[in-house]
């Protein structure tokens, strides 16, 4: 049978394959983080102890190595922590911080890839009383009206001395549907 024409299902349990240790420098995990997602993790709070349950299960308990299919359920779980990682630093970036590492303004994400979202729209609690505004404090809400009631892009641009594309920037900023 060629690779690919069967489904998993269909197939057998691979047999054990490798170590735990083997495997987390296989998946390039710290090696204490892949014997968590297997065998769980202990600790304690203010309340006592408690244990956290294991997220990836062996086929046979009593062997420690992990299977097949235990390795591709690791390789995944690693992609999601590498991924969360990059999706809470993409969060963290737009936030500006004083000297005390107190937040003091922040530029929403306006945009899916916010790899290379500009950052022309701001949130600052000492500007504008807080409202979301585009350089020299234009609330994005006038620009986005003026928008709506039927004026060009070029023309609000012009009006405000800002680019062409700060205003689409801040179009789309507007346009970004609200949290239920």
Known sequence: MSCGTSSLR?????????HPPGAAHYLLVPASTLKSWV???RYVVASGPRFWQPLIERSDRKD???????????HVLS???KK??????AYWEPVEW??????????????????N???????DPIVAFGRSVIEKAIKTSVIAERFKAGESIEGIAEDYDLEASEVEEDIRYEALPLAA
């Open 39 to 41: 065998s769980g993790h």
């Open 10 to 18: 269909d197939r057998p349990e691979r047999p054990a394959l490798v």
């Open 98 to 115: 004083d000297l005390r590492g107190l937040p003091i303004r922040i530029f929403p994400l306006t945009r899916f890839d916010y790899r």
């Open 84 to 89: 969360k990682s990059e999706i809470l630093q």
């Open 117 to 123: 979202a500009p950052r022309f729209v701001m949130t």
């Open 79 to 81: 992609a999601l922590q």
């Open 64 to 74: 420690s190595r992990l299977s097949f299919s235990n390795l591709i359920e690791a």
